[in-house]
Structures are given as C-alpha cells and as structure tokens.
C-alpha cells in the first residue's frame, strides 16, 4: 500500500491528487510474484470446468493479480450455449456451433450478490462523509418502514446480516411498485437482530437509507461515487445485451416464467424491482472487477481516484466484515485464514481479496446457464486454493 510522504495529500474521491496509486498493468506470474506453474493449474482446471456435456458452467472468465500486475487473463467455453433447457431430459438444448457466443474475457456477468459489495461501498462511504451513523437506527432515515423501526434494527446490523429479516421477500408476486414497497415497510424481524442470518432484505433497506439519504437513485450513486471515478466502463445495472446468458428461467424451478435470459437480471425480486437494486443487478467485467479488488487493496485508492480512505476501508474488512463475507473456506479454499475478504453471486460469480499478500482472485461464470442446480462452490475454493499455493 502506497505511503504518505511529508506535504502529500491523500487523493481526493473522484477527483485527482499529486499522489496517484499504481494502476493495474498486464505481466506475467513472475512479475507478480506468483508461481507459473500453480496458475498454469488453474488455468487448465478452470477449462475443465467448462467441458463435456454437464460442465459446472458453460463459461468462465478467470483473472489473477498481485499488486498491480495481472498475472492471468483467462476465458473459456461459452457465453450462451443453449437454447433452452429440457425438463424433460434434464439437459439443456444446444445451440448449433455457428450459434453459441464463445466466452472473452470481456464479456459482461450478472454479478448477483456481488452487487451487494457496491452497496456496502457506497454505505462507506456515507459513513465516512458522517452523513450516516453506522449504529443509527434505520428508522430515524425511513421512519415509514415501520417494521425495521419499530425493532430498532441498525445500519450495522443491515451491513452484517444481523438485522434478524428473513432471507427474501417474494417481490416478484406483488401487483405494482407500491405494494413491493409496502411490503418492505411492513417487514419485521423474524429472528433476533444481532443474530446473523444472511439476507437480501438487509441490502435492499439500506438501498432505501442511502436513495433517502441522498435524495439520488442507488444506480446514479454506484456511478458516481465508484465506477465513474475509478473507470470502470463496463459495469453498470442492466439491461445488458451482450452479457454471459443465464437462466431458462420457468417454473417450477424458478420463482417466474421469464424463458432464457441474457442482459436482464436473473433475480427474480431485482427484476420485479425494475433491475435496480441493493443486492442483485449490476453487471461487470472480470478486469473492471480487478480494478475494484485492486482499488481496495490500495486502500481506496486507483490512479489519481479515491473511492475511500484506508481506514474505513479497513473498517470493510473488520470481522464481521461490512457486506463482506470473511475468511470462508467454503468459497475461498486456502486463502481463508488470514483476513480474506470477497462474496459469492448465485449465477457463478465470485471474487477474493488477500489483503495479506495483496492478491485476488475473480471467477466469473454463468453457472445457471440452462437452470440453476444445486449450489457447489467446491470449484471456486479449489480455484482459491490454488491462487494461495501461487503466492511465493
């Protein structure tokens, strides 16, 4: 992390500064201090997981870094390989091969949960500004959701999935915006707050905190305080035409009868919600992913943009973790243990950060390309595992 020499000033969020943080730059393992041959392992397991008639995804998109160099750029199989999906045979129905859209490593994901990192950012930063208090109570921002106020649960309890609120709301099954919004008023706690049970209600109550707060819609502040600033073009809520198919989303096994989804957003409650939304919507790119790991690593800084000041982007990072999950082994294999930081997405998305060795790990995949399966996250811990073995 860079230091402040007498008489520097910290970069200015959005803005430019006489201190600049490095930039990613393309390298090789070596000059990232990483073994070749272990992520030339990686390489080759993560197009294994794209093969053969049941692959876990139909594509993958792999990037690896350390400091500011990428060491991997990876893409492998495909952005859309199926038509639809056959209940019937339990198998997707195929595209011909000139139809399917091979995988670049520039094609868009819907991030899912991922998108929930944004919000705790944006948080963060209203925190920092001191316009929100991190253990105010939610009701003296929404004094009309009742339900979290009434059981005086707090913005820290929303950032650690402590708040109590059951895991979802079905949205999808209300008429029109102003009953899904009164649901959200009316809801209560169905555990006891201060009790973690992971929740996409959390991430939608402080997207309300931070639109009211502000007076700014939560796409116009993803924006402007995090992709703008730190160049990150290809992220954004949908629609997004050209992204990594997802769903042949039907019931039964889906909560709406959509058909096959590409550039809309697969959760079913964040599209009911107009595609925008505190935990689920934006789409992204493995390399604007690695300049967002890269800019937190940093300290909250990337280039002349700074997005946060180092402490409160520790304070991101400090067990419980603030929107991030921490030191998980089931997703981040052998780079859990020494304060690693990252989240899952449902589609088959997922990133790692190691602050301890300033390395990180994005795996994005359409792993719901034809339907969703049972979740295995076994393929990302390895990945993980793999990336830890490589730090020399």
């Given at each position: ?5 007498e008489?520097?000033r910290p ?13 990613l ?6 000059r990232?201090g ?14 294994v997981?794209?093969?053969g008639?049941?692959p876990w995804?139909?594509?993958a998109?792999?990037v ?10 990876e893409?492998a ?5 199926y ?12 595209l011909?091969?000139e ?9 868009p ?7 929930k ?25 929404l004094?009309?959701?009742t ?5 005086g ?14 895991p979802?709301l079905p949205?999808y ?13 009316a ?14 209600l ?9 639109e009211?707060?502000t ?6 502040l ?6 703008r600033?730190l160049?990150m ?19 039964p ?11 809309e957003?697969h ?14 919507g934006?789409?992204?790119?493995g390399?604007?992913?690695a300049?967002?790991c ?13 997005i946060l000041?180092p ?7 400090t ?12 997703f ?7 304060g690693?930081?990252?989240?899952t997405?449902?589609?088959?998305t997922s990133?790692?950060?190691d602050?301890?060795?300033?390395t990180?790990?994005v795996?994005l ?6 339907r969703?399966r ?19």
């Open positions: 992390m860079p230091t402040l020499e008489g520097e970069p200015e969020r959005g803005g430019s500064s006489q201190l600049s943080a490095p930039r730059r393309d390298g090789t393992p070596e990232a990483l073994d070749p041959a272990e992520l030339r392992h990686l390489v080759r397991e993560v197009h997981l794209t093969t008639q049941r995804a139909p594509g998109v792999l690896v870094g350390r400091g500011p160099v990428i060491a991997v750029e893409a199989g495909w952005a859309v390989r038509a639809s999906y056959d209940p019937d045979t339990d198998a997707g129905v195929e011909p091969p139809d399917r859209v091979p995988m670049t490593v520039g094609t994901f819907d991030l899912a949960s991922l998108t990192l944004f919000t705790s950012v944006a948080a963060v930063q209203q925190i920092e500004r001191g316009t929100l208090g991190i253990d105010a109570k939610v009701g003296a921002y004094p009309d959701f339900g979290a106020a009434r059981h649960i707090t913005v820290r309890q929303l950032l650690t999935h402590t708040s109590g609120l059951r979802e949205l099954d209300y008429a029109d915006d102003a009953q899904r919004l009164a649901a959200l008023q809801e209560s706690p169905v555990g006891a707050p201060g009790t973690y049970g992971y929740s996409d959390n991430m939608l109550l402080l997207q309300h905190v931070l009211r707060l007076g700014r819609t939560f796409d116009v993803v924006h402007d305080g995090i992709t600033p160049g073009t290809s992220t954004d809520f949908g629609p997004c035409p050209e992204a990594a198919a997802t769903e042949d989303q039907r019931r096994w889906a909560k709406a009868d959509r058909g096959m989804l590409r550039g957003v959760d079913e409650n964040a599209w009911a919600l107009g595609g925008v939304a505190g935990h689920a934006l789409f992204s790119t390399r604007d992913l300049v967002f890269r800019t937190l690593l940093a300290g909250g800084s990337y280039g002349p943009a700074r000041g402490d409160f982007v520790e304070l991101l990072f067990p419980p973790g603030l929107g991030f999950a921490l030191d998980q082994p089931w981040m294999g052998d780079l859990a243990g020494r690693a930081a990252g989240h997405g449902f589609t088959g990133l790692v950060l602050p301890a060795t300033d990180f790990l795996l995949t359409n792993a719901v390309h034809p969703r049972r979740p295995d996250s076994a393929p990302r811990a390895a990945a993980a595992s793999r990336v830890a073995r490589a730090v020399r």
